[in-house]
């Protein structure tokens, strides 16, 4: 079983960047996605930037133009940056990994997809 585990949350004023580390031990085929989500309280978890195989990249409306996911694969961690943070982008951000047929070329954003997640990292934009 893949183990996935998430680090660089925090707090910052709007306007700020954060960067995000997923790090993952176990065997990852070009077949999967790996994939951050977040949730707020009271709010159902959403796909916000994912990437299959080496390099195809998917991104949420609402964070396209400020996060960036890449992918790293001789250090197993998946990176997500984000600039410009708003309040709006406030929760628990978590990374998800799944395998995909290969009839999908991009990662998909939908939680139902994945099958192995882990634990999460805060991050909270204030003032």
């Known amino acids: 079983a893949l183990v996935l585990k998430e680090s660089g949350g925090g707090s910052v004023q709007p306007g700020g960047s954060l960067r995000l580390s997923c790090a993952y031990s176990?065997?990852?085929?070009?077949?999967?996605?790996i994939t951050w989500f977040r949730q707020a309280p009271g709010t159902e978890r959403e796909g916000v930037a994912g990437v299959r195989g080496a390099a195809q990249t998917k991104y949420a409306d609402s964070v396209k133009g400020r996060f960036t996911v890449s992918k790293d694969s001789a250090k197993r961690i998946v990176i997500l940056q984000m600039n410009r943070l708003t309040p709006e982008d406030t929760g628990m951000y978590y990374c998800a990994a799944g395998a995909h047929d290969n009839s999908r070329v991009l990662p998909p954003l939908s939680a139902e997809e994945y099958t192995d997640w882990g634990q999460g990292t805060k991050v909270t934009v204030s003032s």
């Open positions: 176990g065997y990852i085929a070009n077949t999967y996605s």
